[in-house]
């Protein structure tokens, strides 16, 4: 099956994010974990968490079309390395869950849901859009926490202050 150009286009999105999100994902060392630059800010475990986590969303919208809070299954990791992995799976599944799609189940319903509750209901296409885009936004939270803890930051789109490249 040919992909169409909408599926073509999420999976070069994601491929062009995943180099720069491992890079930071392997970096944050398990004595930052507990790290809050603020009262009301989550955890660096927590984001760094969902920095790994986030392509496993597109993989339930398309198979599951839904996520209900009370029901998903919040990954846990002893390790960096096996968390490291964790988004490496992730991120395939995402892609061969991209690649089994037409743009007929892009039309497809996806349901955000909390205890069975729905939050709100999008197609898959406008899902996984916003989902690259809600993960992209994490990675730059994330990036900013390994700044204040003085773990150096990745290349993102271009050189860092830690990782100059000229």
Wanted: aromatic residues 14%; negative net charge; contains cysteine.
């Amino acid at each position: 099956m040919e992909n169409s150009a909408f599926v073509n286009y999420y999976i070069k999105e994601l491929e062009a994010e995943y180099t720069s999100s491992r890079k930071c994902i392997e970096r944050i060392p398990e004595s930052s974990y507990d790290f809050k630059p603020h009262p009301s800010s989550m955890e660096l475990r927590y984001l760094v968490l969902l920095t790994a986590d986030i392509p496993r969303w597109i993989t339930y919208m398309i198979k599951e079309g839904e996520v209900d809070f009370a029901t998903y299954e919040q990954f846990e990791w002893k390790t960096p390395d096996e968390l490291t992995n964790h988004f490496d799976e992730a991120f395939k599944e995402a892609i061969e869950s991209l690649k089994s799609i037409t743009d007929e189940d892009l039309k497809g319903d996806f349901h955000l849901k909390r205890n069975g509750e729905v939050l709100f209901t999008q197609s898959i296409f406008e899902g996984i859009g916003s989902t690259i885009h809600h993960w992209v936004h994490h990675r730059g939270q994330l990036t900013v926490y390994m700044r204040i803890s003085e773990i150096p930051v990745p290349s993102i789109y271009g050189p860092s202050a830690d990782d100059r490249v000229f």
